[in-house]
């Protein structure tokens, strides 16, 4: 069993409406990322928080809102989304406490979206 | 700029077959990390193995094998006797510790059919 769990596992939703994702882990571990994968393509990276705090955001459109509540949680605050933003969204943590990008990302089995 | 090629998109072989899956990468660091991941159909990427660019041994677990060759950027991935349970999108990854960058880069993933 995946040490990082997401909910919901699949999301229906329409432009109108507003909903959020949901990561929690319990490994101590100090980054969380957001990823977004398309069918038969890789994660592309999102967001990543480093010790609660946000350090990158790749110029995800503002429809995207992450939070991270603390050093467990993290959440993506989804609104107005349009129907090319249906994909996985998978959620990921690394140990981060000597470095990020040293150590191996834990995934979670991901949300799957759908917008209509 | 880091890069990451998987050239196969996708290889089906007969199960008890051996395969190899191939990935080059390009960076300009000297401190890098390397690593492997399997999604099997149900969405979760499964950490494989991490490998610094200062340890170039070969490893071996089970029925998987790595060769990570510098001289030519290159970390394959071998199965050996293929079983169907292997069967999913195979990513290699590359990340750039020196840098203090956050990211890994995926390669764009190999599709590995184990026919019974």
């Known amino acids: 069993d995946t040490e990082v769990t997401q909910t919901p596992k699949h999301l229906v939703m329409g432009m109108t409406n507003k909903k959020s994702l949901k990561c929690e882990q319990h490994?101590?571990?100090?980054?969380m990322y957001w990823y977004k994968q398309k069918a038969k393509k890789p994660p592309e990276l999102m967001f990543v928080?480093?010790?609660?705090?946000?350090?990158i955001n790749e110029s995800v459109p503002s429809r995207f809102s992450p939070e991270c509540p603390n050093s467990s949680l993290l959440n993506l605050h989804l609104h107005a989304l349009q129907p090319e933003d249906s994909a996985l969204y998978l959620c990921?943590?690394?140990?981060?406490?000597?470095?990020?990008?040293?150590?191996?990302?834990?995934f979670g089995e991901g949300s799957r979206l759908t917008v209509l | 700029a880091q890069k990451v090629t998987q050239a196969q998109t996708e290889i089906s072989v007969v199960e008890k077959e051996d395969v190899t899956l191939d990935c080059v990468y390009e960076?300009?660091?000297?401190?890098?990390?390397l690593f492997w991941y399997k999604q099997p159909p149900s969405g979760e990427l499964v950490f494989l193995i991490r490998?610094?660019?200062?340890?170039?041994q070969n490893e071996i677990s089970g029925r998987y094998s790595w060769n990570f060759q510098k001289s030519t950027s290159s970390f394959n991935f071998t199965i050996t006797a293929s079983q169907v349970v292997d069967s999913a999108v195979y990513f290699c990854?590359?990340?750039?510790?020196?840098?203090?960058?956050?990211?890994?880069?995926f390669g764009t993933g190999t599709r590995l059919k184990v026919l019974a």
């Open positions: 490994m101590g571990h100090r980054a």
């Open positions: 990921a943590s690394s140990r981060g406490n000597r470095g990020l990008g040293t150590g191996e990302l834990f």
């Open positions: 990854a590359l990340s750039e510790a020196a840098s203090g960058t956050y990211k890994y880069i």
């Open positions: 960076t300009r660091d000297t401190t890098y990390y």
């Open positions: 928080y480093s010790y609660e705090k946000l350090s």
């Open positions: 490998r610094n660019s200062f340890d170039e």
